[in-house]
């Protein structure tokens, strides 16, 4: 058997793997399962088939190449048996979490014996981190139980369940093993369109960044990371949003990339005395959940509940 496989959120904390000379093959796990359909009950191949096309609809790259790279990363994955050990390297911030549900959820269902998996929960950024502070989490890996592996299904049907209730429940909830889940998912929450203003935390946060001041998209992104508890929004995710908030429907900000501000509706909006969604036509998913003007259900931010 190979030595191990070392499965972690992107290439980032990959190359930092290597770097520290931890030796096994590396997988990164490329996708941000906050952003687009993840239906209820579909394989991990079925999965991946419906992220590759809702990535490419949204400018992230060609279907064929995105769909080759899901296939390839599946393929590896499938192939955990063949190696001594997998060790799962994941954060704590929102996108991190959910990948963690979806792979201990497939590596699962190849019924490895005990103890040939370990995960590596970090509440630091992996890709941040230097040589000698990487290097003492490997010893600290913790092997994934039955426990582990039944609280990580069970928080990953709740995501996929076209019910945002069952959401809410995960969010209500400490996982066995998964010390970080809890907070992630109640971040996701806040994701839903809000009872006050029809826009998202991220969208809100995004419009709050353009308030204060002219600044090129990047500044923009770091603005609004300042105000996460955990950030998760890749950058490339920020500018499809902003793309979304310009948008001819109910725009909320325009003017050109160093040089954005907020519409007369998008004052409006951010003061509360707009709902942007009589404007625009929400058409989003979230998990399991697809967010359509017939379906729509919105987060209670003073209440923390849906309503």
Request: with cysteine.
């Amino acid at each position: 058997m190979a030595h191990a496989l070392h499965i972690t959120n992107g290439d980032g904390a990959l190359h930092l793997l290597g770097k520290a000379g931890i030796l096994g093959t590396r997988l990164a796990w490329r996708d941000a399962l906050n952003d687009g359909p993840v239906p209820f009950g579909f394989s991990l191949e079925k999965t991946s088939e419906t992220r590759a096309h809702y990535l490419a609809s949204r400018g992230y790259g060609s279907p064929i190449k995105l769909i080759h790279d899901f296939e390839r990363r599946d393929a590896q994955l499938r192939r955990a048996a063949e190696f001594e050990e997998v060790v799962l390297w994941f954060e704590h911030d929102l996108y991190d979490q959910l990948q963690l549900l979806q792979v201990l959820t497939s590596v699962e269902e190849l019924n490895l014996e005990p103890g040939r998996v370990a995960t590596i929960q970090s509440d630091e950024y992996l890709a941040s981190m230097t040589v000698d502070e990487i290097l003492p989490l490997f010893p600290k890996r913790r092997t994934a139980t039955a426990a582990i592996f039944k609280s990580a299904r069970r928080n990953w049907e709740r995501f996929t369940s076209p019910s945002p209730n069952d959401l809410y429940a995960g969010a209500g909830e400490d996982a066995i093993g998964l010390p970080f889940l809890r907070a992630a998912l109640q971040r996701l929450c806040e994701e839903y369109p809000s009872t006050r203003d029809g826009l998202s935390r991220s969208q809100r946060q995004a419009l709050l960044a353009v308030t204060q001041g002219a600044a090129r998209e990047d500044e923009l992104f770091t603005r609004t990371q300042a105000r996460e508890e955990a950030s998760f929004l890749g950058s490339r995710a920020f500018g499809v949003m902003l793309d979304e908030l310009r948008a001819k429907e109910g725009a909320l900000i325009e003017g050109e990339e160093d040089g954005l501000f907020l519409t007369a509706l998008g004052r409006r909006v951010l003061a509360g005395d707009a709902d942007w969604l009589d404007e625009h036509r929400i058409d989003r998913w979230v998990g399991g959940v697809h967010l359509v003007p017939q379906n729509l259900t919105r987060w209670d931010e003073d209440a923390t509940r849906f309503a």
